[in-house]
């Protein structure tokens, strides 16, 4: 079945369809990440997003129930090369057209997605629709026009959960030992006897990917999940002993009421912000975000640690960025993007927070910026 992926700048990419039947719309990006691909498809930042894949060959390893990172696929549509039909992987359960078709969602694949990468690069990420409904592709570039688009958009209040709830899950034993040792090198007797101390701890569900909290578990966190309106009243009322900010999809601007949250928040509790959590923590300090022209978006973005000066390779998915000559005198900024200098991680000199812009637990990536999570549970056992 033939499907068409129209841009609101007129251009128009033709392809085979291999998932649901259906027309959508979203903002069309491009990941790079050479694997990852279910990770991607259910990460919750990628609401309101048409994704395109640079890899060419996708779907060869299959879909398992393991590698999930929310309840539900989040992308608006899936653009790939090359689709592959079979899979071969241990783990594998499942096609990934199968996957796709049972959770709705419309994918092309014979997509020439180098052109449309360099075209999104060139021209910026833009409003798109994907269609195996309305092959015209005139009439698709005018849909894509009048769609809505991010800018100022609440996509939080669509991914985050309805209420809240306790989570105790830790990493998978077959990858626990591995993990554990990145995240607690070398600690001596009265470390390992506080690291075992269970910390009180509240997510804000800004679209929370599930590895993040299996991350918090490992280093000693006992953690309530609550929804994205959650007050800073009913927080403190939790009596935790810190606070996690989550990553999630769309305009930071479009939360003031989780910017007021943190706001109240900052100074009572220590705070550690990922992702969306970190351009909202920007924004209650009294900086700006802006809109990047493409993103970052992959598993590959370099970061320089501007404290130790080593270069992480990180995780990222966000469109939007916090204004580095926005920040007062009073925050640090700790990390920056080596390909274009955006802020990638702040602390307040002051007050026990901090935060970074990119995906600490790297599902999918490298583990590189694990540490950060032990550093949470330092400025916790500081603070109390």
Not at 207 to 214: E, F, M, Q, S, T
Not at 367 to 382: G, K, N, P, S, V
Request: charged share 20%.
């Amino acid at each position: 079945m033939q499907g068409i992926l129209a841009l609101e700048d007129g251009r128009v990419f033709s392809g085979e369809s291999f998932g649901a039947t259906g027309e959508r719309y979203g903002e069309i990006v491009f990941n790079t990440s050479l694997t990852g691909y279910q990770e991607i498809l259910t990460d919750p930042s990628y609401k309101g997003q048409i994704v395109t894949m640079t890899y060419p060959h996708i779907g060869n390893y299959g879909i398992n129930e393991q590698d999930i990172e929310s309840m539900d696929v989040r992308v608006e549509g899936f653009v790939v090369r090359d689709f592959s039909a079979a899979f071969s992987n241990w783990r594998g359960q499942q096609r990934l057209a199968d996957y796709l078709i049972a959770h709705r969602v419309i994918a092309l694949s014979e997509i020439d997605t180098r052109a449309l990468t360099r075209h999104i690069r060139s021209r910026g990420a833009m409003k798109a629709v994907i269609s195996t409904v309305d092959l015209n592709p005139g009439s698709l570039v005018e849909k894509a026009r009048r769609s809505p688009g991010l800018i100022g958009r609440d996509l939080v209040k669509e991914v985050t959960c309805p209420e809240a709830y306790h989570w105790s899950e830790a990493t998978p034993a077959p990858w626990q030992s591995k993990e554990t040792t990145a995240l607690t090198p070398a600690l001596s007797l009265e470390e390992e006897q506080a690291t075992r101390r269970r910390f009180r701890v509240v997510a804000y569900d800004f679209g929370v990917k599930y590895n993040i909290l299996r991350c918090a578990c490992d280093v000693g966190c006992d953690l309530t999940v609550v929804p994205a309106s959650t007050s800073a009243r009913e927080v403190l009322d939790l009596a935790p002993d810190g606070i996690l900010l989550s990553n999630g999809p769309g305009d930071p601007e479009g939360l003031p009421y989780a910017v007021e949250a943190i706001r109240e928040l900052t100074g009572r509790k220590p705070i550690f912000g990922i992702c969306l959590g970190h351009q909202l923590m920007g924004l209650a300090w009294g900086g700006q975000t802006y809109k990047l022209k493409f993103g970052h978006r992959g598993a590959n973005q370099p970061v320089k640690n501007l404290k130790t000066g080593q270069v992480e390779i990180t995780s990222q998915n966000h469109g939007f960025a916090v204004a580095v000559d926005s920040l007062g005198a009073e925050v640090e900024i700790t990390h920056l993007n080596l390909n274009d200098h955006t802020v990638e991680g702040m602390r307040h000199k002051r007050l026990p927070a901090f935060s970074v812009q990119y995906h600490p637990e790297a599902s999918a990536g490298p583990h590189d910026a694990r540490y950060l999570f032990r550093e949470f549970i330092e400025m916790m056992q500081e603070f109390s």
